[in-house]
Structure formats: structure tokens, C-alpha cells
């Protein structure tokens, strides 16, 4: 990455955690974009080179923290080599992501209407630069590699993440029914299920 496209991305980036911090601290509805770009320290003119309106640079912001989230994952899976089967390596990435979620109640709250397909739609085929593999590069690259062949493996994602959402934001945010690490155990097993019930025979 050039020096040129490094300054845009520095912005780019500056706007989208001015516009998180924003968001979290005095909510979508009551922070305007002038309040972004003053907060971020750039011209307004540059809000309008990388985002249409608010709308917008709140939906690139559900894609830019759930890239973070999941490539933080990856990453994390990249030094457990004795991790090797597919569904073991989803599995980690899973328990990797709950516990940052976790540990990060802001983001749980911006994304309470994301936590679901959209969440992990939208960071689909984001890049934060050229030179990385996108969230469904990583996963078509995993699946190619695994024990088993599934049908449909992006209905069985979508199953996943379904299920994951669904029964994990309540556990996060306020401990109902049981806290996180108590609902995980049964939460992973019925994934298991799912994984078994899309192999193909």
C-alpha cells in the first residue's frame, strides 16, 4: 500500500471509530455528521469521498467491527495448528468471538439489530486492503480443506450464526436465561448437530 492510499485508509478508519464512538456514547439518531467529522478532525468534504450519509457509514461500520471480530479469530486460529478439521476450526472461532463480544458490551449494543445473518453478510466480502482475504475467502479456503463435503454450506453458516445470535445476546448483555460460559456448552453441542446434519453421505 502506497503512502497516498495508507492516508486514505488512516481517514477512512478515523471516521469509523469517531463515528463508533458517537454512536455508543450519544446515539445513532442524536450524532449528525458534522459531529463525526469534528470528532474525527477531518473536513466535511472528506466524509463524502468514502460514505454516502450516516446510513452508510453505519452499515460499513457493522462490516468494518465484524471483520475485526472474526479476523481477530482467524488470527488466533492461525497459531493452533493442531487445530486441523473444519468443524473443530469453526468451532474456535465461535468461542473466540462470543468471549470478544463478551468482553466488548459497546459493540453487542451497536450491532443488537446486526447480531444475526447481516452481521456476518455485511463483512462478507470486506477487505480492510487488497492484500488480505476477505471473511468468505477465509471460509471457502477452510471448507476446501475439511473431512467432510456439505450441502450448502452458506445455508449451514447462515444456520449457525442464526442460532448463535439468537441464543447468545440475551446471555451477553444480561445473563438470561444463564450467563454466557453456563450456555455455551449447550449452545455448541446443538452446532455440532448442524455440522452433522449437513455433511453429505
Known amino acids: 500500500m502506497g503512502k497516498a492510499e495508507h492516508n486514505k485508509q488512516q481517514k477512512r478508519d478515523s471516521l469509523l471509530e469517531s463515528a463508533f464512538s ?14 463525526i467529522v469534528n470528532h474525527a478532525g477531518v473536513a466535511k468534504g472528506t466524509f463524502y469521498l468514502y460514505f454516502k450519509d450516516k446510513y452508510d457509514i453505519r452499515n460499513h461500520l457493522i462490516a468494518h467491527k465484524a471483520n475485526q471480530v472474526f479476523r481477530f479469530a ?20 465461535i468461542d473466540h468471538i462470543l468471549d470478544q463480544l463478551a468482553n466488548n458490551l459497546n459493540l453487542v449494543k451497536l450491532i443488537a439489530k446486526h447480531l444475526s445473518w447481516g452481521f456476518f453478510k455485511n463483512s462478507l466480502y470486506f477487505t480492510p486492503n487488497d492484500d488480505q482475504l476477505s471473511v468468505y475467502e477465509i471460509y471457502e479456503d477452510l471448507l476446501k480443506h475439511a473431512e467432510y463435503s456439505y450441502r450448502s454450506p452458506e445455508l449451514m453458516m447462515y444456520t449457525i450464526i442464526e442460532l448463535i445470535s439468537g441464543t447468545s445476546y440475551n446471555a451477553i448483555l444480561y445473563q438470561q436465561p444463564v450467563p454466557l460460559d453456563e450456555l455455551k456448552p449447550h449452545l455448541y453441542e446443538t452446532v455440532r448437530g448442524v455440522f452433522r446434519q449437513y455433511r453429505e453421505t
Open 22 to 35: 458517537l454512536f455508543i456514547d450519544n446515539g445513532f439518531n442524536k450524532t449528525s455528521i458534522s459531529d
Open 74 to 93: 482467524y488470527n488466533e486460529l492461525s497459531v493452533h495448528p493442531e487445530i486441523s478439521q473444519f468443524e473443530d476450526q469453526v468451532m474456535f472461532m
